[in-house]
């Protein structure tokens, strides 16, 4: 079948997208950045007693800062997560195949990536992120340092958080055929979707 220039041209501008995927690359170093700074804070702090490492942690307990110097490490790390979620999973299902098949380091959910699936573990993601962040709320509520109603609104963020993952994931599942589903349970996902094309296999 013969294919318009205009068609042509209309299918190639999805490279566009391909600078905005090597920005997000460009701010994945800056989270490494990131997460090596607050790392040697930690270090200090624990290993120096250099109280002066740490910042806006005053009356805190020795746990308490360690705690929290811990979980902003943890949660550099989960938005870095997320920024190769974004990247690969994107890239893969919006601009073009990245050919992986085979590949000893392909990850394992890169095999059935789709936009619906990106969807659900973004959101995912999301959770987890959300969820850090309302740990170090209500440790730092504990010190007099948040308000009871931000806490309450974070509660309520977090919530609607985890009302939209459910709600994603029940669309999802309500799209795939009994075949689909079969073919998912197989593979360990059941509810999430795949390829069109794993349904000709």
């Known amino acids: 079948m013969r294919v318009?220039?205009?068609?042509n041209f209309i299918f190639a501008s999805r490279w566009l997208q391909a600078p905005l995927y090597a920005g997000l690359i460009v701010a994945q170093v800056f989270y490494v950045w990131q997460f090596i700074k607050e790392l040697v804070a930690l270090s200090q702090y624990t290993i120096l007693?250099?109280?002066?490492?740490?910042?806006?942690?005053?009356?805190?307990?020795?746990?308490?800062?360690?705690?929290?110097?811990?979980?902003?490490?943890?949660?550099?790390?989960?938005?870095?997560?997320?920024?190769?979620?974004?990247?690969?999973?994107?890239?893969?299902?919006?601009?073009?195949?990245?050919?992986l098949d085979g590949h000893?380091?392909?990850?394992?959910?890169?095999?059935?990536?789709?936009?619906?699936?990106l969807k659900t573990k973004l959101a995912m993601s999301i959770i987890g992120i959300s969820s850090i962040h309302l740990l170090r709320t209500f440790i730092e509520s504990g010190y007099g340092h948040v308000s009871g109603e931000v806490m309450m609104w974070q509660t309520f963020i977090h919530l609607a958080f985890v009302a939209s993952a459910l709600a994603l994931a029940w669309i999802d599942r309500m799209t795939l055929s009994p075949r689909q589903r079969s073919a998912n349970a197989e593979r360990g996902d059941e509810g999430v979707s795949y390829r069109s094309d794993d349904a000709a296999h």
């Open 104 to 117: 000893p380091d392909q990850p394992e959910w890169l095999s059935h990536v789709n936009a619906n699936v």
């Open 4 to 7: 318009s220039a205009f068609s």
């Open 49 to 99: 007693g250099n109280e002066h490492a740490v910042h806006n942690m005053e009356g805190f307990s020795a746990e308490a800062t360690t705690m929290l110097l811990v979980l902003g490490l943890v949660d550099v790390v989960m938005i870095s997560n997320l920024l190769i979620m974004v990247i690969i999973g994107g890239y893969e299902t919006f601009v073009s195949r990245m050919r």
